[in-house]
């Protein structure tokens, strides 16, 4: 499976964007960028996923570098709620349909 | 619309033993996965189930073993449990086996002693 690359823990302060890089630079032409999330105490949630175009939705935006190696999810106004663990996985066709998580990024969100 | 529901929230049980965790998927979605969380770790997946078959396992041993059920839900059963077994044990369901989002349950934290 394709590896990703993401920064250990990263902080943001409140009402300020944040962007969480992703690096993967062995990505396949069909595999999708997915983005979850992991509150403290709850079990992951999804927050976006994309192909080669930029993405939005209510949560968030995912900026896909045009050679696909980088990805940037970038949350426009960070909250006290967004403090999670972000997780940047490749949704790789195995015959498995899992997702594949690394460690992910710890954001903290400072008032 | 009710979502991904686990049982029990917490479980205490000691070597050796053998431990059932159940999973209740999201309505109209046909496919389960679990997965393991070792603490400060990622999830890591075990198996997942499309309308009653296994349709896909990771690397975990043959005491790791599951159940679909007519309705969706699921559970996994944990046999000569291990301290290392001690996890964080997860349930996401999915509308179907495909690249689909995956909806996740808040997980059933078991402690192995």
């Known amino acids: 499976d394709a590896k990703t690359t993401q920064p250990n823990s990263m902080e943001s302060n409140e009402e300020e964007p944040v962007h969480l890089p992703c690096n993967h630079s062995?990505?396949?032409?069909?595999?999708?960028i997915h983005w979850y999330r992991q509150l403290p105490s709850q079990g992951p949630e999804y927050v976006i996923h994309?192909?080669?175009s930029n993405v939005n939705n209510r949560m968030a935006s995912l900026a896909i570098a045009e050679d696909r190696k980088s990805s940037t999810l970038i949350l426009h106004r960070a909250t006290l709620r967004d403090a999670a663990v972000y997780y940047c996985i490749l949704g790789r066709d195995t015959g498995r349909r899992a997702l594949t998580f690394g460690s992910g990024t710890r954001l903290q969100v400072q008032p | 619309e009710t979502g991904v529901t686990q049982s029990p929230t917490h479980l205490i049980k000691t070597r050796g033993q053998q431990v059932t965790l159940r999973c209740s998927s999201q309505?109209?979605?046909?496919?389960v996965s679990w997965y393991q969380q070792a603490l400060g770790q990622g999830p890591q997946f075990i198996f997942q189930?499309?309308?009653?078959?296994?349709?896909g396992r990771g690397n975990f041993p043959p005491r790791f073993s599951g159940l679909q059920f007519p309705n969706y839900s699921s559970e996994l059963n944990v046999n000569a449990l291990e301290l290392d077994d001690s996890a964080l044990y997860l349930c996401a369901s999915s509308l179907s086996q495909g690249e689909e989002t995956q909806y996740f349950g808040p997980g059933t934290r078991l402690l192995v002693l």
């Open positions: 062995t990505i396949s032409g069909t595999d999708y």
């Open positions: 189930y499309y309308r009653e078959e296994e349709n």
């Open positions: 309505s109209g979605h046909n496919t």
């Open positions: 994309g192909l080669t």
